[in-house]
């Protein structure tokens, strides 16, 4: 629910689209408070601000909020990117603590909320999904890095800049005291230096690309949209073909590389990278457990779940 400060700081911020009718809080996100806006001309939004509390982010988390902008106004030129139309962007907090980006609603059902449709249109989701990574991909940056993060993890390079995301990441691990294999990592970080000097072009990666983050048509499973890309950097681009399917390990889904292979995007699935892209995600996903306040019955399954994909992805990295 939204309490009535939120509520009152909300509708001054969104006074410059119109008459607001309705404000109804949106479940299902980890980390943003996003909001369904009602406008009085018919048009339906969505209203999201990140959290303000410095001291419960992860180190690449600040200011992601300003991303997501970033990625929509981009994606506002390219018709094969089913993303939402950027309709106010507000980095001044000068009615709410966080930055707010306000995008159009999203027609269709989210990929994970129908089981059964989920697994009876897996293929033509993947597909789809693949080919959108691919048109994704074909954006290129200035340099590597989070494009609203510190400075400290933007680079020349794909080697030093992913080097310095995963040491904030190790740093973040160390301030909330959770145990991680930090000499495994650092090894196989210098081990396979030479892999990521392969990467010499910063795509746009959405990084956050899970059945939650997309829209399908109720019937077909066809992909109508993708939301939530505040988790974009520019890098290597098969980290998407990672981040897409949390605790996979081996080789991605043949539907999805099938999909992104066929519009033109190229991937080694042997190769080192990959099981590098699989190493990240798995520390962010470990140490994120306890800023988020992550609690329930299936956590201790869950924490066990990330453990052991990471010592296997470490193992192959050996």
Excluded at 26 to 51: E, H, I
């Amino acid at each position: 629910m939204l309490d009535d400060d939120t509520r009152t700081a909300l509708l001054r911020a969104l006074a410059p689209l119109g008459e607001v009718t309705e404000l109804t809080p949106l479940t299902g996100g980890m980390f943003a408070t996003s909001v369904r806006v009602d406008l009085a001309d018919g048009r339906r939004l969505v209203a999201k601000t990140a959290p303000a509390d410095d001291d419960r982010l992860l180190r690449y988390e600040r200011d992601l909020i300003r991303t997501e902008a970033l990625v929509y106004r981009i994606a506002g030129d390219d018709p094969e990117l089913p993303m939402p139309d950027l309709v106010l962007a507000d980095p001044s907090r000068e009615h709410l603590p966080g930055d707010l980006v306000v995008a159009s609603w999203v027609d269709g059902v989210r990929a994970d909320t129908v089981p059964e449709l989920a697994e009876a249109t897996a293929t033509v989701r993947n597909r789809g999904l693949g080919r959108m990574m691919a048109a994704l991909h074909r954006h290129t940056g200035d340099g590597f890095g989070y494009p609203s993060g510190p400075p400290a993890l933007r680079g020349t390079t794909w080697a030093e800049t992913f080097g310095a995301m995963v040491e904030a990441v190790l740093a973040d691990g160390a301030d909330w005291q959770v145990p991680l294999p930090v000499d495994r990592v650092r090894a196989a970080l210098l081990r396979h230096r030479a892999a990521l000097d392969e990467v010499d072009r910063p795509a746009l990666v959405h990084a956050d690309l899970w059945p939650g983050n997309l829209f399908v048509h109720p019937e077909s499973g066809e992909l109508t949209g993708v939301i939530d890309p505040e988790r974009a950097f520019w890098g290597d681009p098969w980290f998407d073909l990672i981040a897409c399917d949390p605790f996979r390990t081996g080789t991605p889904d043949a539907d999805l590389l099938a999909g992104y292979r066929a519009a033109g995007g190229t991937v080694d699935p042997g190769h080192p990278r990959l099981a590098l892209c699989r190493m990240y995600l798995a520390l962010i996903m470990r140490v994120e457990v306890l800023p988020r306040r992550y609690e329930g019955e299936g956590l201790a399954d869950y924490l066990g779940q990330i453990e052991r994909w990471l010592t296997a992805t470490l193992d192959a990295l050996d």
